[in-house]
């Protein structure tokens, strides 16, 4: 029952900064992972960074250096910095969370709804 809510999507130039966030909505028992996926038509999901409970980060090697995940734990929120945006930048971006709904169930994933990101040239 868990939905997670995006924002922060948009249009932007080339070179430009983007912030998107990721909350779940009503409140939940503990999130693991979190992080951020994107997709382009007739392209497969591709990981673009997730960060744990506990801070640790992985980001994909073509955002590298252009990009920062962070969370508030006390918010269960996550945020991704972009900066120095390029047109292959543009996709859907989903975010994503391994939530535990309270204490008697297992951590499940979920999937936000998805937000558009175009970065112009």
């Known amino acids: 029952q868990v939905q997670l809510v995006e924002s922060g999507g948009g249009l932007v130039q080339a070179g430009g900064s983007l912030r998107l966030s990721c909350a779940p909505s009503g409140s939940v028992f503990s999130i693991n992972v979190m992080g951020w996926y994107r997709q382009t038509p007739g392209r497969q999901r591709e990981l673009v960074a997730d960060?744990?409970?506990?801070?640790?980060?992985n980001y994909a090697d073509s955002v590298k250096g252009r990009v920062t995940i962070s969370r508030d734990n006390a918010k269960n929120m996550v945020v991704l910095q972009m900066s120095s945006l390029k047109p292959e930048d543009t996709a859907v971006y989903y975010c994503?969370?391994?939530?535990?709904?309270?204490?008697?169930?297992?951590?499940?994933?979920?999937w936000g709804q998805g937000t558009q990101v175009t970065v112009s040239s």
């Open positions: 994503y969370a391994d939530v535990r709904e309270d204490y008697y169930r297992p951590y499940l994933n979920y």
């Open positions: 960060i744990t409970i506990r801070g640790n980060t």
